[in-house]
């Protein structure tokens, strides 16, 4: 079954949901092929590294209602065993993350890059909108240095990236994670594992009976 995530890296939920799908994955028997679509909660371009703290006060109404949110998700997300520091967070624009994950889908080397640009924007306080620093991250997710580099400081992938944000928002797609099962079915939300995995299964009993 095709598994698209449509989803950006500084969402946190996004990961949440992630990680969730893996645990479900655990329990389900079937044949996957995961593919990671990009999506962008903020497409407006961040000109200096700003602290996500400050980014989110701004934009929803003071620093303590964005402490308060950060709080909330921060005990979800240790609930899925994940260790959310969004005191070291900083705001980024996505858009040549995901020109990352796709250079790196090209090399079978998308789930190892997505893992780590969110470990990266939500635990060690990495500006992920930096060319260098996502440079580094890809090579930490074993890809090679000199070809990153040439890539992300090329033109290459952001024609792509492009197309596939527009088409994300064509399809319908407004809140992220959203989980496209076998190309038709969409399940929106960091649903708990057991509900990934019985929307999982629905759909091969759907699919097979097709």
């Known amino acids: 079954m095709d598994i698209e995530i449509y989803a950006d890296v500084v969402c946190p939920w996004c990961w949440i949901g992630k990680r969730r799908l893996e645990q479900a994955l655990e329990s389900y028997d079937g044949e996957v092929n995961v593919r990671f679509r990009p999506f962008q909660l903020d497409p407006t371009p961040v000109t200096e590294p700003k602290p996500l703290l400050e980014a989110l006060g701004d ?21 899925a ?20 994950v796709r250079f790196a889908a090209e090399r079978d080397r998308s789930a190892e890059m997505v893992e780590r640009l969110y470990r990266a924007h939500f635990h060690d306080g990495i ?3 930096s060319i260098d620093a996502l440079v580094t991250l890809a090579v930490e997710a074993g890809l090679d240095e000199t070809e990153a580099r ?17 088409a ?29 995995l019985a929307a999982l299964r629905e759909v091969a009993q759907r699919e097979a009976a097709a």
Not at 70 to 78: D, E, N, P, R, S
Not at 81 to 100: E, K, M, Q, S, Y
Not at 150 to 165: I, Q
């Open 127 to 129: 500006d992920v909108g």
């Open 150 to 166: 040439e890539y992300l400081e090329s033109n290459l992938g952001r024609r792509e990236v492009a197309a596939d944000l527009s």
């Open 59 to 79: 934009k929803f109404g003071g620093r303590d209602k964005a402490e308060g949110m950060a709080a909330h998700v921060t005990g979800v997300a240790a609930g």
């Open 81 to 100: 065993g994940l260790d959310l520091r969004f005191d070291r967070a900083v705001a980024a624009n996505t858009f040549d993350a995901h020109r990352l």
């Open 168 to 196: 994300a928002h064509q399809l319908g797609v407004s809140s992220v994670p959203t989980f496209v099962l076998a190309g038709k079915y969409a399940v929106t939300g960091a649903q708990e594992p057991e509900t990934l």
